[in-house]
């Protein structure tokens, strides 16, 4: 009987390729225009096992920006920056219903404050708690706990695509200003810093194996597989996996809760970081998004595999 790991690597090459026509179903998202010029029927999943072992299909040489999934874990260094108490003063815990750029609610409930930190203005509200005496420390801060919990000294964020998103973040810019008016975001808060420091931790750039490794530092608990050493307390990783499971796939959470059933967050370039507790970190690209800003691929591929193995946490 082979092991399960031995199965994966048998058989994830031909999922992967049966998943990839999905990528024609959905569209790469050309709102951040750098975004653009991803390979739309790109898709690539590495799978990391809790003995390190390692399985990679399909198109994992492919390097990307992670926007949203970034947010799972500057929540981590936030938590760990300032507790939970100040934490949730600042976001709520519920998902929203709404898209993730949405700015309906921040008017429409009292007392304003951002639904949760998964949202673009939840994410705005929990960069502006990191600490640092500067911008560049506050990303610098930001940057080194990416580099710690994925063990590669090297990663960085892409000019281009921050720059990109830079010049065009209406949208962001109206939430932002939105959050200060409400006081989510304090009065000594300059929102153009705030806003700089969230486009470079959005832009943040991966490859799979990368985003699998930050999987396995969470399914594993918070300690890193090589050390042991406890990187995140588990009170935050337990925090970060159920707002994956609530929040993570957008408003279209409660769908991959029943299909998938395992924490994940997608971000806008494609990439899913998915995790099964206690046995996988998983990293998926497909840049080729549904409306609901999840990539199409990588979700027929998750779901297969989830179905296959039984991997539902439910
Ligand atoms: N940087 C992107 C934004 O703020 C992240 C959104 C996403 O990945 N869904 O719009």
């Not at 209406?170 to 705030?194: C, G, I, M």
Request: proline fraction near 4%; aromatic fraction near 8%.
């Amino acid at each position: 009987m082979p092991t399960e790991m031995e199965h994966i690597t048998e058989h994830l090459p031909g999922w992967l390729e049966e998943s990839r026509h999905a990528a024609s179903e959905g569209k790469v998202a050309d709102y951040i225009p750098e975004l653009a010029h991803a390979p739309a029927d790109a898709l690539g999943c590495t799978l990391i096992d809790t003995n390190g072992n390692t399985v990679t299909a399909g198109d994992c040489s492919l390097s990307f920006t992670m926007q949203s999934i970034s947010k799972v874990f500057t929540l981590l260094l936030a938590l760990m920056d300032r507790g939970e108490e100040r934490v949730f003063n600042h976001v709520g815990m519920e998902p929203s219903g709404d898209d993730y750029n949405s700015m309906l609610k921040l008017e429409l409930v009292e007392p304003g404050k951002p639904f949760n930190p998964l949202i673009n203005a939840g994410a705005i509200a929990i960069t502006a708690l990191i600490k640092g005496d500067s911008t560049d420390e506050q990303f610098t801060r930001i940057r080194d706990f990416f580099r710690t919990i994925a063990g590669n000294p090297d990663i960085d964020y892409n000019h281009g695509v921050y720059t990109s998103e830079q010049q065009t973040a209406h949208r962001n810019r109206s939430l932002a200003y939105f959050l200060k008016d409400n006081d989510v975001l304090s009065d000594d808060t300059e929102v153009e810093d705030v806003l700089d420091v969230y486009f470079r931790q959005c832009a943040l750039e991966v490859n799979c194996e990368q985003l699998a490794r930050m999987g396995m530092v969470l399914a594993n608990g918070g300690f890193d597989l090589v050390t042991g050493q406890e990187l995140i307390p588990y009170r935050y990783v337990q925090i970060a996996k159920t707002f994956m499971v609530t929040c993570g796939m957008y408003n279209a959470s409660g769908e991959f809760a029943i299909q998938a059933g395992i924490p994940a967050k997608s971000g806008v370039s494609g990439g899913i970081l998915a995790l099964v507790p206690g046995r996988y970190g998983i990293g998926v690209i497909g840049p080729s998004l549904n409306r609901k800003g999840n990539s199409t691929a990588g979700l027929h591929l998750l779901q297969k595999l989830s179905a296959q193995y039984n991997w539902s946490i439910f």
